[in-house]
């Protein structure tokens, strides 16, 4: 039934490279599609921000990486602005940078 269907070696390393094409593919494919709940994600963890991936997929569609930058900032400003425990006033001494105390020397 089968008798046209004998695979030589050099045909198994075809569909073997033709699997391993396919597979990576299929990979990129998964990593692109992903980048906005992976970005959210990472988000969430640095900042305490959710943002859905759905909203930033739209925003980047519609205004591209300048969107999403600008929506990051309005909400990091927007969390800045929203915590009752932090006032500044403007006679207020700079708080020092969590660079400058020395954490990150070796």
Known sequence: MFDGLVFSGVDWFRFGALAVVFFLLVMLIISFRSRAR????????????????????????????????????????????????????PGDEPKSSIYESGVFDG
């Open 38 to 89: 992976v970005f959210c994600q990472y988000l969430k963890h640095m900042t305490g921000i959710e943002l859905k991936p759905g909203r930033v997929q739209a925003l980047y569609k519609s205004r591209g990486k300048a969107g999403v930058r600008d929506l990051l900032i309005d909400l990091i400003i927007q969390q800045d602005l929203d915590d009752p425990d932090q006032q500044i006033t």
